[in-house]
């Protein structure tokens, strides 16, 4: 398998635009995760979804995010709109029998 | 609830000595206990795992980790350091009641002095 896999791996926006990063999990995982990594806060857990659907989502930050699991091989954290605050390194997890395994991240610069 | 707390941010070590990374979790009921290993640039990577067998885990690269119930405690151990082991460590949580969510420590980086 290849592996947990995000895209873009690194994304520059301006404040205000709409950010959409994905995630396709490894075949066969029923969980997954998004996270986000900051020097200041540290790895944060943002969402989780069960069977695809959304288990918690109290780690969203606000209501600029949002998340969706439309099938069992894809999933997408959407920021719109963008601010500065927002960059971050995103990683997405997915989850088997109590192994989570990560992706690469995507790092995202909000200007 | 579950927790994980990792004794010192930034531990440094010479090559070829001895690494210990402390953990030291919080579970109401039997955990399940991870280390994962960061390297610049990159995602977080499995290293070992303790779900209720053997209490002395051995990973990757060397690394082994001991569960003491006694002791709350899941330390990672290497006896000697390599250059390539310089690192960000996490250890994380679980359990059955949490099902796969995990928590995690807030890691320590593992410089190594050649």
């Known amino acids: 398998d290849a592996g947990v896999i995000q895209s873009p791996r690194h994304e520059v926006t301006e404040m205000g635009q709409e950010v959409t990063l994905r995630c396709k999990p490894i075949?066969?995982?029923?969980?997954l995760f998004w996270y986000r990594q900051t020097m200041m806060r540290g790895l944060e857990l943002l969402i989780y979804f069960n069977n695809n659907v959304p288990i918690d989502d109290s780690g969203m930050p606000e209501d600029r995010f949002s998340a969706k699991m439309p099938n069992a091989s894809f999933s997408t954290l959407k920021i719109q709109p963008s601010e500065p605050r927002d960059s971050a390194v995103y990683f997405c997890a997915s989850s088997f029998n109590y192994e989570q395994y990560f992706g690469p991240g995507t790092r995202l610069t909000v200007t | 609830a579950q927790s994980v707390t990792q004794l010192g941010s930034h531990v440094s070590v010479s090559e070829g000595a001895l690494v210990l990374l402390r953990c030291n979790y919080s579970s109401s009921v039997p955990p399940y206990l991870f280390w994962y290993v960061q390297y610049p640039n990159q995602g977080l990577q499995l290293l070992l795992k303790?779900?209720?067998?053997?209490?002395l885990v051995k990973g990757i690269n060397g690394f082994e980790a001991e569960f003491k119930k006694s002791e709350t405690s899941f330390h990672l151990t290497k006896p000697s350091a390599h250059m390539s082991d310089a690192a960000e460590y996490f250890c994380a949580v679980s359990d059955s009641n949490t099902g796969n969510q995990f928590y995690f420590g807030t890691g320590t980086s593992l410089t190594v002095i050649p």
């Open positions: 303790y779900t209720s067998a053997a209490t």
């Open positions: 075949s066969g995982h029923n969980s």
